[in-house]
Structure formats: structure tokens, C-alpha cells
């Protein structure tokens, strides 16, 4: 038996999640007001603003890179500071502290030069929204990459968001939980990090799938090269 086709007795169970949206009520009317709330949210406000915020905004051109990047441009006017807000790679951060506190070292820099202090028109406030994941089970479990395969053809694209972007802030290692399980269930390390390996927020949902499938398939397909040598 081919090592991809072994079954774990630590399976993958799919899960799903819905994303539920709700106004904290705080509005700022410029970069100061920002920072200063920005510094006070929970973290669930800047996963909202930042990982929901691109992934709903995939389909714009120019893709607006995060929430606050798109806000101090088109609100305030201020290209430089929206600039370097949309300069993060929010993909390198592993914990929402980490992206915070990016963020308001941005911002305060900008500050500490700024010769004025630019205000929104009224009505164009930064409306700070937070993000609840509620967690839902799936009928679909994989306990070998055939299995995995197979899973990933058939569960919703609200599976694969959930296990890929909601799981590099859970796990806090800047890895996905396919790429997690893949290593330290299956032990296929070099697999694990071609999944891991890429930017994710590059692709549609759609995109991940077939992505992810075919880096699996990949690995499938040479090992059964290595088995008729």
C-alpha cells in the first residue's frame, strides 16, 4: 500500500463557518481618531478590516489591499498614508497583535509629520465593524491525501476560507490547517510547506481549491512515479 492511501487514526474533519458582521457603533473622522480606536478594538475589528475586507474585495481592480488602506485615500485624501497602509502584507502577520501594531506604527508616523489633520466629509466616517465566526461541523473527513482529495472537491468554498485564512490567526504558526495536518499527521513535510508556501489572498475561494488540489496531486503523482522505479 502506497504511503498516500494509509489511513490516520487522527483524521481531518472539515469544518465551515459563517461570518457574522456587527457595527461596535465607534466612528472616526480622521487618521488621529483612527489610530487612537484602532488601539482598542478587539482583534476580531482588525481581522474584519483587514483579512474579510480583501477577501470580499478580490473582484475590484485595483485591489484594495485592506479597510483603512481604502478609507485614509478615498475619505481623507491622503494618498501617502493610504500608500503605506496598503503596503502591509497583512499575509505575514501570524497574530492580529502583530498586524495592530503594524498599523498604528504606520499611522503615528504619518502623524508625527503631518502638517494638517485632515477630516472625512460628513457621512464618510471609518464605521468600525467586528467579525464573529460561528464553527459548524461538515459531513466530510479525510484520513489520507486520497481522501483529502476528494474532500476538498466537494465541501463549499466557506470550508476552504474557514481552514485556510481563519486557521493562520488560530494556529498562530502562519500556516493553514491542511498544511498542519498534512505534516504532523501524514508526515509529508515538503507537501505541507509547497501549501503553506504561497499567498493565499492572491487567489478567488475557487482559486484556493483548485490550487491546493493540484499541489495535493502533484505530491500524489510523484510518489507514485518513485513507487514503479
Known amino acids: 500500500m502506497l504511503k498516500r492511501q494509509k489511513k490516520t487514526k487522527n483524521p481531518f474533519y472539515f469544518k465551515t463557518h459563517?461570518?457574522?458582521?456587527?457595527?461596535?457603533g465607534l466612528k472616526a473622522?480622521?487618521?488621529?481618531?483612527?489610530?487612537?480606536?484602532?488601539?482598542?478594538?478587539?482583534?476580531?475589528?482588525?481581522?474584519?478590516h483587514t483579512h474579510v475586507f480583501l477577501q470580499q474585495h478580490q473582484f475590484l481592480s485595483p485591489e484594495p489591499p485592506n479597510a483603512f488602506a481604502y478609507w485614509v485615500t478615498t475619505a481623507l485624501g491622503e494618498d501617502a498614508l493610504g500608500e503605506r497602509l496598503g503596503s502591509i502584507d497583512i499575509c505575514q502577520f501570524h497574530t492580529i497583535r502583530q498586524l495592530r501594531e503594524k498599523l498604528i506604527e504606520v499611522i503615528e508616523a504619518h502623524l508625527f509629520d503631518a502638517k494638517e489633520l485632515r477630516n472625512a466629509p460628513a457621512g464618510k466616517e471609518f464605521d468600525f465593524?467586528?467579525?464573529?465566526?460561528?464553527?459548524?461541523?461538515?459531513?466530510?473527513?479525510?484520513?489520507?491525501?486520497?481522501?483529502?482529495?476528494?474532500?476538498?472537491r466537494k465541501v463549499?468554498?466557506?470550508?476552504?476560507?474557514?481552514?485556510?485564512?481563519?486557521?493562520?490567526?488560530?494556529l498562530e504558526k502562519g500556516v493553514n490547517d491542511f498544511s498542519n495536518w498534512i505534516e504532523t499527521t501524514l508526515g509529508y513535510t515538503k507537501l505541507a510547506l509547497q501549501l503553506s508556501d504561497?499567498?493565499?489572498?492572491?487567489?478567488?475561494?475557487?482559486?484556493?481549491?483548485?490550487?491546493?488540489?493540484?499541489?495535493?496531486?502533484?505530491?500524489?503523482?510523484?510518489?507514485?512515479q518513485y513507487a514503479k522505479k
Request: glycine letters at 2%; hydrophobic letters at 40%; aromatic letters at 8%.
Open 129 to 152: 465593524t467586528k467579525s464573529r465566526s460561528v464553527i459548524l461541523p461538515t459531513p466530510y473527513v479525510a484520513h489520507n491525501l486520497d481522501e483529502m482529495v476528494e474532500a476538498l
Open 18 to 24: 459563517l461570518e457574522l458582521r456587527e457595527s461596535t
Open 156 to 170: 463549499t468554498i466557506r470550508s476552504i476560507d474557514f481552514h485556510i485564512f481563519n486557521s493562520r490567526l488560530r
Open 198 to 224: 504561497f499567498d493565499p489572498y492572491t487567489y478567488t475561494l475557487e482559486g484556493l481549491r483548485s490550487h491546493i488540489i493540484n499541489i495535493i496531486e502533484n505530491s500524489i503523482e510523484r510518489e507514485l
Open 29 to 48: 473622522r480622521n487618521a488621529r481618531e483612527l489610530v487612537s480606536i484602532i488601539k482598542e478594538v478587539p482583534g476580531s475589528v482588525i481581522y474584519y
